[in-house]
Nanobody, 125 residues
């Protein structure tokens, strides 16, 4: 059972990337999905969480990032547009068999069953 985030890379400010969250050994159908990121020297922060048919986004990425696909399919994507240098971080996806208010997942009140290895996103000119 493994979860993997991929699709990171180096992009110029204003550019776009699409990250993929892929499960092996199980299907993401019915799972709650979260995207998180951690920049050097900073705490891990929630980017977006999907659960129970609802999606929430961090204020810093609202209007620029979108979870696409849905948790009935594998993989789940994070489309990132209008990237800024402040978006530079290692991005992780997480999955949980439960279903709840996605705010509870993003806030850390609820935890995830699985975490994937991260993918580096660097936004720089």
């Amino acid at each position: 059972v493994q979860l993997q985030a991929s699709g990171g890379g180096l992009v110029q400010p204003g550019g776009s990337l699409r990250l993929s969250c892929t499960a092996s050994g199980f299907t993401l159908a019915g799972y709650s999905i979260g995207w998180f990121r951690q920049a050097p020297g900073k705490k891990r922060e929630a980017v977006s969480c999907l659960s129970d048919g609802k999606i929430v986004y961090a204020d810093s990425v609202k209007g620029r990032f979108t979870i696409s696909g849905d948790n009935r399919k594998n993989p789940v994507y994070l489309q990132m547009d209008d990237l800024k240098p402040g978006d530079t971080a290692v991005y992780y996806c997480a999955a949980d068999r439960g279903s709840a208010d996605p705010e509870d997942y993003c806030s850390g009140y609820l935890s995830y069953d699985y975490w994937g290895q991260g993918t580096q996103v660097t936004v720089s000119s």
